[in-house]
């Protein structure tokens, strides 16, 4: 008879609660493809067949805030899109993650122009950037990658941000605010 | 020649002697241009129309010469399609001076005066809503100025909010059945394609009054096109249509090179042809398969998006990037092609023609989208015209007219093809043009692959083309050439220029203004979606916002070349 393997003889592991959770979150991305220009057709071309974000367990688009957990922001922002950004983001219920495509996005890119906001950093807080005037579709793929990375460890901006409030009120023994997980 | 001054003289004729200040020709043997006064143009454009059948307003665009007496002009393009004629007019002003609108002439001038007020501050007399368009609407001063800074940004903190006027209210009526809901659809919504926004006011699911809002990307194209030389716009012009970028950068190559007064070598032509209409291929793949996407037929979008794929790993293959090509240089082309690459891209013609069969089998004879797309944003032959349109839409509407046939650049006189119209002008007859002009398309390419000649592929100038890098590394003239090139640029002498290709659109037209030096006094593109949007409210009226959606995904509106 062959011998059992450590997990099947003991079918059961430890693990943290937060740790668990994390996985899961990572590997259920729902994002917002707020696709304003060239990324947005290029971001089209990572949902599509060839490419098929849908291994990474990122397919499910949903064009509204209150369904997604991923701001994907796929284009140049100008400042007439900003304010409306900026109201999208508000609207995505916690966790959420942005993640900011190409260039444009990023800084402005070769955009050093009147109307186009030099970075989106100064509407909503960044996670992942990727570059590129449009970044490849392995480039979009790797930087969703990265940000599982970091989701898998707890190390987001929101994550951190949420966990030093936690921690201040705490300290001040206050113990309403509830763990993210 | 004769035609021009038949023209001036019967101008003269009708309308006295001093209507035309000055006169002269351009480089564009079609053409006319025409100085004029202010208080002229509604009478002079009305003459154009009635009589010499100048049924098309191409373009506005205003210009600004700060040390000039009268610093402002406006420039309008008109077209005499049965004829392939043109008239350029331009009537230069003081600041404040007003030009009376020509809305009441041509619909297509409302947003084209709308844009010349909003970015260089011209005043239009009569016009019966002229706001912002492509700024916000707190913007400060007028972005294309030649002294408002390129860099100074204006930050808006809260979106617009729209409202209708009222309609007159019967106090007897019952306000449950009389008073009508308005709805916000966009910028982000996923039928208006991340970046337009309408307000429609509904009866039921009837729209009943619309508005468009656009501008949302507006990245300042014009101003940084002013803030460049000559070939660093290229890049910039690869991202007005990102879905069919080698002929935006080919369109405005030919431009400069007219200004130039070059012809460039036979093999850059086809080189051009290839990418040309191998991007209008993707380009009406993208467009059918979105218009798939918004009607709920996903899975027409992955067989087109598989073959777009295919297309850009070729493009990869040439110029190195899938998507922004850039492969067009002011004078040539920067890639080559070798028999490989031939070889590949006969094959991939078979695959796509398989494809474009499938698509057409999958959607011409589907009921629910014949359903959704037959009788539904139509657009009669006249309000075409009125409305300036030009590419699919127009031939949609009944209207044969290509520039390829009309006006042939490239030896496109040498190949074979046809040019398909439909007469219905709905949202079907636009679709089944694409489905049509895409079977073209790949026969050009097709001929284009047998025929290309042997040669050089950049013009053989060292003021317009840099020397290959071989010589630049060994020899001493050729790397002070490459460096003086790079330094001062590539400079066009004194003049303008209004050149136009048939892009997948429509007519691309970019009017060049230069002052003699390696940055453009004035870059102007007239984007073939931008007129053709400016119908949107009005063909919508009256029908289903489901319609809407299908209509938007119709007109083929890419927000890069919209906004600029």
Request: aromatic letters at 10%; glycine letters at 6%; charged letters at 25%.
């Amino acid at each position: 008879m062959k011998a059992l393997t450590p997990l099947e003889e003991f079918p059961f592991f430890t693990t943290q609660i937060k740790s668990f959770i994390n996985w899961t979150r990572k590997n259920a991305l729902w994002p917002l493809p707020f696709g304003t220009a060239c990324c947005g057709i290029e971001y089209m071309a990572v949902v599509g067949a060839h490419y098929d974000v849908a291994r990474f367990g990122a397919e499910v688009v949903r064009f509204s805030p209150r369904q997604s957990d991923l701001l994907m922001v796929a284009g140049t922002i100008t400042e007439k899109m900003a304010p409306v950004l900026r109201q999208i983001y508000e609207q995505m219920p916690e966790p959420k993650w942005v993640l900011s495509m190409g260039v444009c996005a990023s800084s402005g890119g070769f955009y050093r122009a009147y109307h186009t906001v030099q970075g989106i950093q100064s509407i909503v807080p960044v996670d992942i950037y990727v570059p590129g005037c449009p970044p490849t579709p392995e480039a979009v793929i790797q930087g969703i990658m990265k940000l599982q990375e970091k989701i898998s460890k707890g190390d987001t901006p929101q994550q951190r941000l949420h966990e030093k409030k936690r921690a201040a009120a705490r300290t001040a023994g206050d113990s309403s605010i509830e763990p993210i997980e | 020649m004769e035609y021009q001054f038949q023209l001036v003289t019967q101008l003269k004729e009708a309308l006295g002697d001093g209507v035309i200040e000055h006169h002269e020709k351009t480089n564009n043997p079609n053409e006319l241009l025409m100085v004029i006064k202010p208080a002229d143009i509604r009478r002079v454009a009305e003459f154009l129309r009635d009589s010499k059948n100048f049924k098309f307003l191409m373009d506005i665009a205003g210009v600004h010469y700060p040390s000039s007496e009268k610093p402002l002009e406006a420039v309008y393009q008109f077209y005499n399609r049965e004829q392939n004629k043109r008239v350029r007019i331009k009537i230069p002003h003081l600041e404040g001076e007003k030009i009376p609108s020509l809305c009441p002439v041509y619909k297509a001038a409302n947003w084209f005066e709308r844009e010349a007020y909003d970015l260089m501050g011209l005043q239009f007399e009569d016009h019966p809503n002229l706001t912002r368009i492509l700024c916000h609407h707190k913007f400060e001063g007028h972005a294309l100025r030649k002294d408002y800074p390129a860099t100074k940004n204006q930050v808006l903190d809260v979106p617009e909010v729209f409202s209708f006027p009222p309609l007159p209210v019967n106090p007897d009526d019952d306000p449950l059945t009389t008073q009508r809901n308005v709805i916000n659809l966009g910028p982000s919504h996923p039928a208006t394609h991340g970046t337009f926004r309408w307000y429609c006011e509904i009866e039921g699911e009837t729209i009943t009054r619309a508005k468009t809002e656009i501008g949302y990307l507006h990245r300042c194209f014009e101003k940084m096109a002013e803030t460049h030389k000559y070939q660093q716009i290229i890049p910039y012009t690869d991202r007005l249509n990102y879905c069919s970028a080698p002929m935006n950068n080919s369109g405005y190559c030919r431009a400069v090179e007219q200004l130039l007064g070059i012809e460039v070598p036979a093999r850059a032509q086809y080189i051009r042809v290839i990418m040309n209409e191998l991007a209008r291929v993707i380009d009406h793949f993208v467009c059918i398969g979105t218009t798939a996407v918004d009607m709920g037929a996903l899975s027409t979008f992955w067989y087109c998006f598989t073959q777009r794929e295919n297309v850009y790993t070729l493009f990869e293959k040439l110029c190195g990037h899938r998507m922004l090509t850039s492969i067009t240089r002011i004078g040539g082309v920067f890639g080559d092609l070798d028999d490989a690459w031939k070889s590949e891209c006969r094959a991939l013609i078979k695959k796509i023609r398989e494809t474009v069969d499938e698509v057409d089998g999958l959607l011409s004879n589907n009921k629910i989208w014949i359903n959704r797309m037959r009788d539904t944003g139509v657009v009669s032959t006249q309000m075409a015209i009125e409305y300036a349109y030009t590419g699919p839409a127009l031939r949609a509407s009944g209207v044969q007219h290509d520039l390829r046939k009309v006006e042939p650049y490239w030896f496109y006189d040498t190949f074979d093809f046809e040019v398909p119209v439909l007469k219905e002008g709905d949202n079907y007859a636009r679709y089944k043009i694409r489905i049509l002009e895409q079977r073209e398309s790949l026969r050009i390419v097709e001929q284009a692959l047998d025929r290309i000649p042997n040669g050089p592929t950049m013009v053989n100038d060292p003021l317009i083309c840099l020397p290959p890098k071989s010589e630049v590394y060994s020899n001493i003239e050729a790397l002070m050439n490459h460096f003086m090139l790079i330094i001062e640029g590539v400079k066009p002498p004194k003049g303008e220029v209004y050149s136009y290709t048939e892009a997948a659109n429509g007519e691309l037209g970019f009017y060049i203004v230069s002052d003699g030096t390696g940055y453009p006094h004035r870059v102007k593109v007239r984007p073939p979606c931008f007129p053709i949007y400016s119908s949107f409210e009005e063909v919508i009226q009256g029908g289903l916002i489901a319609d809407a959606v299908a209509t938007l995904g119709q007109f083929n509106v890419i927000a890069g070349e919209l906004d600029r």
